[in-house]
């Protein structure tokens, strides 16, 4: 994943601060926006999650800093949901004239609201994704209930939310009676995704059900179970993305736009941010995926291992090899299991044994064949599995040549 500091200006002439995200050695074949919840930020866990999830599928995905939160210029006090849904508008039109027009826009809570009214403002916008999104965007004055007395009486008031002090006046409040969600919904005629979770007690899932009764098709709800509303397990989130990237296939288009643009000459490249501790995206071929190290070892388990990708090369190699000569020898094999496992375990018949040093890399592999053969086949199989070229590359002298790209 290539990371991008980006910065650009809404409407008012505030700079607001952003993320793109970029996958792995390729042109996105589409853009994201994402929209974050409510007096939240680019930087919550979930969000940057779910855009990983989206760029190992080759989006390029924006997150941004509404006016006045995170690193974004502007006084939150003076924002409003209208104002949110202008930075959105902005932010498309930075990725516009910057890189490619977006075609998928995704919000989370409030953000999932301003993401609709957005959507109806943005051409380019194809499909809409909405998670916890409330249906009607006045919904948020329940969070502001302790305060909502003393904004109308005194035009403003300091309300304490998730542990910190933001000041609320009554045009916000004015602002959300203005926005007809339904209405909205309704008239925007673009495929849409709902999620939500049944156990979220901050926007109830029947916000989910009026929000979908209210759209046209294409339309589609999946139901988060067991989530909370800001998605605070890892598997949640990444869930999330995965199920959008999915999604969002069926209607953005251009996908095939990134297969002819890679980059690299080489086979494999693996890309890590340093902030992203051991969760490192890689180009496999024409293939993407993760690499990452176990929780145990401090990473986030959201990938196999460095090791277990080299035992996975030599499974694979093993189970084709074995098809390719019973093909060719014209004995059928229904099936072929290779199991495969990495240690250092010490040398067979060493003098030292307990010594560290006589430690050898040592694979462990097992084959499990499907067949109607005999016991002079099988033996021969067996030999032919130590025949594959990752075998064989294992066993041999290697070399590894490393050059400093600029």
């Known amino acids: ?107 989370h809570s409030l953000g999932g609201a301003a993401s609709i009214f957005a959507a109806a403002e943005i051409p380019s916008i194809k499909a809409v994704a909405t998670i916890g999104a409330p249906s009607n965007p006045v919904h948020v004055k329940h969070l502001l209930r302790s305060g909502v007395d003393e904004i109308l009486a005194t035009g403003k008031a300091v309300i304490n939310l998730s542990g910190r002090d933001f000041t609320i006046k009554k045009q916000f409040l004015d602002d959300l009676e203005t926005k007809s969600l339904p209405e909205t919904a309704k008239a925007l005629r673009k495929p849409l995704l709902i999620l939500h979770s049944p156990q979220d007690d901050t926007v109830g899932v029947n916000n989910a059900e009026e929000i979908y009764k209210a759209a046209h098709h294409p339309k589609s709800f999946v139901s988060l179970d067991g989530a909370d509303h800001l998605l605070s397990k890892k598997e949640d989130s990444m869930y999330v993305g995965e199920v959008i990237a999915g999604w969002a296939k069926r209607y953005v288009g251009n996908l095939d736009l990134a297969g002819g643009k890679l980059k690299t000459k080489h086979q494999v490249l693996a890309s890590l941010d340093g902030a992203d501790g051991f969760t490192t995206q890689m180009k496999v071929g024409n293939h993407y995926m993760v690499a990452d190290e176990p929780t145990s070892y401090g990473g986030n388990d959201f990938g196999p291992s460095p090791y277990e990708l080299v035992s996975a090369g030599l499974s694979a190699c093993t189970a084709m090899t074995i098809q390719m000569y019973a093909k060719r020898k014209g004995w059928p094999i229904d099936n072929v299991e290779v199991h495969t496992s990495y240690s250092k375990t010490h040398a067979q018949d060493c003098e030292n044994c307990e010594a560290d040093n006589t430690k050898i890399d040592t694979f462990h592999r097992e084959i499990k064949l499907t067949a109607n053969l005999d016991e002079k086949q099988k033996a021969r199989i067996m030999q032919i599995a130590d025949k594959c070229p990752v075998h064989k590359t294992l066993h041999s002298e290697t070399q590894v040549i490393s050059t400093l790209l600029e």
């Open 1 to 107: 994943m290539a990371l991008q500091k980006i910065s650009f200006k809404n409407s008012d002439g505030h700079t607001l601060a952003g993320r793109l995200e970029l996958p792995v050695d390729q042109h996105p074949h589409n853009f994201a926006i994402f929209a974050h919840c409510f007096t939240c930020n680019k930087n919550l866990l979930a969000v940057k999650n779910i855009g990983k999830a989206l760029t190992s599928h080759g989006f390029g995905v924006l997150r941004f800093d509404f006016t006045g939160l995170g690193e974004s210029d502007g006084d939150f006090a003076d924002t409003n949901f209208s104002g949110n849904v202008e930075d959105l508008v902005a932010a498309a039109e930075y990725l516009k004239s910057n890189y490619e027009a977006p075609t998928l826009i995704i919000g």
